[in-house]
Each structure stands twice: as C-alpha cells, then as structure tokens.
C-alpha cells in the first residue's frame, strides 16, 4: 500500500467536514490528525524502526486513528465520547466496513485496525496478539503528544477559537487547584472525567498520561519540548504542584 495515497484519501475525506458550524473543530481534527503521523515517524524513527512493514502498519494506523471524529463533530458539536460514541471503536469500524485499506494483506488490515480500536481506551487488552502491541503501543503514544500540542496551543491563543472551548471540554476556567487530584497524579492513578470540574483539572489529567508512555523516545519528545513545564504556566501557583512537577519531570528523563 502506498501511504502517500492513503494521506490523500484522508485529506480528500476530512475536507467534506472543514465548512460550516463544525468546520472549526474538524479542521482543528485533521491538523491534529498529520501531528500524529509526524510524531509516529519521530518515535518510529528514534526506537530504529525501519522495516517497511512495520513503517507501513504505523503510519495507517496513526493516519486513521481518528477517522470517526469528524461524524462525531458534526453530528453532536464535542469530541466527548460519553456525550457522542466511543470514537476509537467506531473508527475501527469503519477501518472494517469501508474501503480505506483496501488491497492491504489481512494481518496489516487487523494490525492497523485494532491498534485504531484501542488507542482511547484505558489501557490494552491483555488478550491482543503480541505482534500488534507496538503498533497500538505507538498510536497511543502519538495521540497523546499530539493532544499535548494541541492544548498548548489553544491555552497560548484562545482568542483564535472564538468561544469554542471544546478542546478543554467546555470545562470553566477557575484560578484553583484541587490538592487531592495531585495525589492522584503523584500515585499512578488516572482522573475520571467525572471528577474534572474545572479547566485547571483536565490539566493535572495530562499529567496523568505520564504513566502510560510506552517509549523511550516519547519520553524524550515531552522532556525535550518542555511540555510538562510549558502546562504548569497555565496553572496558578502552588507550592505542592511545583514539587509534583519536579517528581513528574524525573519519571521522564530517569533521574
């Protein structure tokens, strides 16, 4: 399969989404999309991943790990799962029912497919075929650096989105910081959506995510792009916060 054709089929789809009341947030989508696939080749590329196959399987999967966000968008105005439908599984759905990896040999086909399925859940099923775990390993890890880009760069310019607050799920913006969440952090744990009421939380839950990074060189991209500290300017200040931080930035270079 060629990638460079499946780049254009994408693109040539998510245009249909790009105008109108949701063609912010589905432009926003397919940006996000191509950061992914630009960050799968820098992992791929920094865990010396060169075996075509192996390329292959990752660039698809990164590519279409989203495909059902722009229905999503369009239909209900959130990218919140619990508000829409499980857009992970729905993707791979339609990843299985149309022609998107038509020509691919079956054992690609399910790699990249299961590897779209899985990449928004909690965690990877134990029972998924061993030859698949990088790849769904990788998109997962993508995702969330691309997230992490993608919020950056709505808290440095929300004068651009024009009241659309749906990248922090239209959470409101209040100057606080709720201490148990930081424990939270500092175990392990995760932070339901349930117990994100403030905009300040959603953040302190992308911190969350340091403990499901697969890769090396992931960790390597979120400490050399400074984003932990670059999230913390958004926060108020706080003493324990900033030793959590310190904490969290050890997890990620090792020391």
């Known amino acids: 399969m060629d990638i460079a054709e499946n780049v254009r089929r994408f693109r040539e789809y998510a245009a249909g989404f790009t105008e109108g009341p ?11 999309t191509m950061d992914v696939l630009a960050v799968a080749r820098r992992i791929m590329a920094g865990e010396g991943v060169t075996a075509s196959d192996r390329v292959l399987a990752g660039e698809l999967a990164a590519l279409y790990h989203d495909l059902a966000r722009f229905e999503q968008f369009r239909k209900f105005h959130t990218f919140l799962d619990s508000r829409s439908f499980d ?53 997962r890890d993508a995702d969330k650096i691309s997230i992490y880009h993608v919020v950056l760069e709505f808290l440095r310019h929300r004068d651009r989105y024009a009241g659309e607050d749906f990248v922090t799920l239209d959470l409101p913006d209040i100057p606080v910081v709720h201490h148990h969440l930081l424990e939270v952090v500092r175990s392990g744990g995760s932070i339901s959506m349930k117990e994100l009421s403030c905009v300040n939380d959603f953040l302190l839950n992308l911190f969350c995510w340091v403990n499901d990074i697969n890769f090396t060189t992931s960790r390597r991209i979120i400490a050399g792009e400074d984003i932990y500290p670059q999230i913390r300017e958004f926060l108020p200040p706080d003493a324990e916060l900033d030793a959590l931080m310190q904490e969290l930035l050890r997890k990620l270079t090792g020391d």
């Open 22 to 32: 949701a063609g912010f947030g589905c432009r926003l989508k397919l940006d996000h």
């Open 87 to 139: 857009h992970g599984s729905r993707s791979a759905e339609m990843l299985e029912t149309g022609t998107w990896l038509e020509g691919a040999e079956e054992n690609l086909r399910q790699e990249v497919i299961q590897a779209v399925r899985f990449h928004n859940k909690r965690a990877l099923p134990g029972d998924l075929p061993r030859a698949y775990l990088f790849t769904a390993k990788l998109v």
